[in-house]
Structures are given as C-alpha cells and as structure tokens.
C-alpha cells in the first residue's frame, strides 16, 4: 500500500510570513513529484511540480525534494490570505505508469 | 479556455438508485482519472484510462461501480445500486500521457445518497 502523508493543519500563519508545508511518501521509487492546491468547494489545481532532489522555485513557491529521506515540502513566502487553501502532496507511482497517490491535504490559514 | 466538463455537478439519490456520472475530457487529450473525495479518506482513484482503455480501476468497488469510455470525448462512471457510503465529491480529471504530470481537474459532482 503506497502511503503519502500530510499533517491535516490547520496550519495559521500571519500574512507576509513563510508558510511551510511536509509531506512524506512510502513508495522509495517514486521520481515525480507535485503540489496541488485546492480551495473549498473547488477542484485541485497543480501548482508545482519537481522530479530531482533539491529545490524548484516558481513565484512565491518553493518546492524541495529529498528522495532519501522521502520527504517532500512546498515553502510559500509571503504568504496573502488568498492562499488559504487546502494543499494536497502528490506522489507518482514507480514502475512507468504515471498513477498518482495523493495526501489528504493540509490546510492552510493565512490571517491578515 | 479549455476545461473539464462534468454532469451533473450535484445529486441527490435515494439508496439503491443507479446514478451516472459524465465527464468531457479537455479536446486532445488522451488520458482520463476518475477520483472520489471524502473528508474520511480524501483524494482516492477510482479509474484510469489511457487512450479510451482502462488501465488501473483497483481503487473501484467493483461489484457496483463500474467505468466506461464510448468514446474520446466522454467518460461514465457509474454506482449501481447505489449506497449512502457513496455519498463524495467526484472528480473527473484529463491529461497527455506526453505531459503525465499535467492533470486538469473538472468542477467535481457532489454525490448524497440518502
């Protein structure tokens, strides 16, 4: 059974600070990896993707990989109250075929 | 500005009820995920298709649930008879097997099943 992990939150930081989100993945073989975001009520949306170790930054978003550890986070620096949402870690499966097993998703509260 | 379409985006059933579901995938593209979300269990795959052929469905219950491609530009899905354990969000997602990690999701149908 593949495993991906997230702290369900919420997680409350003011606005204009870091927000840091974890995941953890159990499939050792996995090699792409992705960050969805989710408002409520809404359906997912892809806003980073990262495939090798280290950091993929996009914007404000950061993406790190750590494939030994098998852990991957999202950092979103000066984070606004329109980035509270729900933020759902995506892990493809190894073997080829791209499945994706995902979190259940961290929610995250930015406050004024 | 393509999207995912699905129909309906809300039902209410009564338990033992057929319900269908219907997704039109982005024009062009060549896969297709059926997912259900609950707050219990949240994203989970249901379906997979590549090219109209169903490669994974190992997530789906099989003795009531079953999916379908007719054609490129619609996908099924759909619970017969249905159960309040049912009761999700439903979601249609389209891709390239060229671009895998590229998934557009469409709005979801809200299932409750009484």
């Known amino acids: 059974q593949k495993e991906v992990e997230q702290n369900s939150g919420p997680l409350s930081v003011p606005e204009g600070a870091i927000a840091s989100l974890n995941c953890t993945y159990s499939d050792r073989g996995s090699q792409s990896f992705f960050w969805y975001r989710q408002y409520s009520g809404k359906s997912p949306e892809l806003i980073m993707s990262?495939?090798?170790?280290g950091d993929k930054e996009d914007g404000r978003f950061t993406a790190q990989l750590n494939k030994a550890s098998q852990y991957v986070s999202l950092l979103i620096r000066d984070s606004q109250p329109s980035d509270s949402a729900t933020y759902l870690c995506a892990v493809g499966s190894s073997g080829g075929s791209y499945i994706p097993t995902f979190g259940r998703g961290t929610s995250l509260i930015v406050h004024p | 500005d393509a999207r995912v379409t699905q129909t309906p985006r809300h039902k209410v059933t009564e338990m033992g009820q057929e319900v269908t579901m219907r997704c039109q995938p982005i024009?062009?593209?060549?896969?297709v995920f059926w997912y259900r979300q609950t707050m219990m269990q949240g994203l989970e795959l249901l379906a997979y298709f590549r090219n109209r052929a169903p490669l994974d469905d190992s997530g789906m219950p099989k003795d009531r649930f079953s999916a379908e491609m007719p054609d490129a530009t619609l996908a099924t899905l759909k619970i017969q008879p249905s159960e309040p354990r049912d009761s999700a969000v439903y979601f249609c997602a389209s891709g390239l097997v060229q671009k895998q990690e590229t998934q557009y999701f469409g709005p979801g149908t809200r299932l409750l099943v009484l």
């Open positions: 024009l062009g593209h060549n896969t």
């Open positions: 990262i495939y090798s170790n």
